[in-house]
Nanobody, 124 residues
Framework: QVQLVESGGGLVQVGGSLRLSCAAS????????MGWFRQAPGKEREFVAA????????YYADSVKGRFTTSREDAKNTSYLQMNSLKPEDTAVYYC?????????????????WGQGTQVTVSS
């Protein structure tokens, strides 16, 4: 049974930082691309960042480029989302997801597995 479990969310002030973790189990983690998405109240879920399993190339939404960094540690079956210079508009539930294919990582369709989400709230 595949499980993705996010952690590290919380309440932070504007300009602060958080690091989200996504711990995977029940799947060959090193063979999956990992993505991060978020959903703010009243809005659709949107792409944030992704990292390929082969070569480790990363991709980011324009709104987070230069502030967020995604990485992975295959030995720990864990991916990360380092979030710096947080803004109120970053407030959302953040989800990690795993995709066996490495195309179209900025859309939700290719992802096979999803976590339950972790809340990030940025206060001004």
């Amino acid at each position: 049974q595949v499980q993705l479990v996010e952690s590290g969310g919380g309440l932070v002030q504007v300009g602060g930082s958080l690091r989200l973790s996504c711990a995977a189990s029940g799947m060959p983690f090193s063979s999956y691309a990992m993505g991060w998405f978020r959903q703010a109240p009243g809005k659709e879920r949107e792409f944030v960042a992704a990292i390929r399993w082969s070569g480790g190339s990363t991709y980011y939404a324009d709104s987070v480029k230069g502030r967020f960094t995604t990485s992975r540690e295959d030995a720990k079956n864990t991916s990360y989302l380092q979030m710096n210079s947080l803004k109120p508009e970053d407030t959302a539930v953040y989800y990690c997801a795993a995709s066996r294919i490495e195309r179209l990582l900025k859309v939700q369709g290719p992802y096979d597995y999803w976590g339950q989400g972790t809340q990030v709230t940025v206060s001004s």
